[in-house]
């Protein structure tokens, strides 16, 4: 499980299934929520591997409007020959409770491709009616015009139009980017501080020894611990006769997804993690994990 606490949000994401392997994840914001779950799929090409993930993501705002969608395929190519790329392709489908929809295309990418990495999309209405023209690229930028200046969206994009308006910028990357190219952000994901420890479950993965080895650069000590945990989770599984359950989850009966039952921030304030073993230290063969026992993400 992972959790993230900003001033302008506070993120939950939780491993609710292990076979298949279910992420599901609680986002709260200044007059909105964000939830949703996924549970990836994959393909081998040979030169390929084509990630397909299934599941529908949620925004809410106050206002009771909502949004849902659901993610694009991702391919990563030249796996074993050849310069390492990915790009997304596929269609997006935003429907909404009200009175806007959007579809949003990512174009497949070929060879011989001069302008890669586009996206192009049409917002309607109610009556489905065209109001709105989205264009840009995945990896630079995404902007709107609406349907009076959609004849000024050009082939490039509207970054030139007098009556398009930027939705969407990537950030800038660090000064000195380092060998992985994370951004400022991810950077900072698994950063663990004295002060944030305490306060974490021992289920947070922030804490797992192996993923701390293979950043410090340790690289036999992180497979030897990756090895030590793959055995102890099937030992875990073996011991639990009745089953993993999520403990800050619980699965919608009716569509399926999973949604945030609640408690997790309130048992960080008070720091009481009862039911939470620590999976990443030794598990001894007559200890029995609880239903509530969490999965490492």
């Known amino acids: 499980m992972r959790t993230h606490l900003t001033k302008c949000f506070c993120l939950f994401l939780h491993q609710v299934s292990h076979h298949p392997m279910v992420m599901a994840c609680h986002c709260e914001g200044k007059g909105w929520k964000f939830w949703g779950d996924s549970n990836l799929k994959s393909k081998f090409w040979g030169q390929s591997i084509q990630l397909d993930p299934n599941g529908v993501l949620t925004l809410e705002f106050d206002d009771g409007e909502i949004f849902q969608w659901s993610k694009v395929t991702t391919t990563i190519n030249n796996l074993i020959l050849g310069r390492v790329y990915c790009h997304h392709h596929g269609t997006m489908n935003i ?9 949003l295309t990512f174009k497949e990418q070929s060879f011989l491709d001069r302008n890669p990495r586009q996206v192009q999309g049409v917002v309607k209405d109610a009556g489905g009616s065209k109001v709105a023209t989205l264009t840009g690229k995945w990896d630079e930028s995404v902007h709107c015009v609406i349907n009076n200046d959609a004849s000024k969206v050009n082939s490039h994009g509207p970054h030139q139009s007098s009556g398009s308006t930027l939705l969407w910028e990537k950030n800038e990357p660090p000064v000195n980017p380092t060998r992985y190219n994370l951004s400022a952000f991810a950077i900072t ?22 993923q701390r080895h293979l950043e410090n650069g340790e690289y036999e000590k992180a497979n030897a611990e ?8 099937r030992m875990a599984r073996k011991m639990q006769e009745s089953g993993w359950k999520p403990r800050w989850f619980q699965r919608d ?12 921030w309130e048992a960080r304030e008070q720091r009481t993690w009862v039911g939470c073993n620590d999976i990443f230290g030794n598990l001894s063969s007559s200890q029995k994990l609880p239903p509530s026992a969490l999965y490492t993400s």
């Open 189 to 210: 994901l698994n950063e663990l501080t004295p002060e944030l420890e305490e306060k974490l479950p021992p289920t947070d993965s922030r804490l797992r020894p192996d």
């Open 226 to 233: 990756k090895l030590r945990l793959e055995t102890q989770q």
């Open 95 to 103: 429907s909404g409770n009200r009175r806007y929809s959007c579809k």
């Open 253 to 264: 009966s009716e569509d399926g997804t999973y949604r945030y039952v609640g408690g997790y």
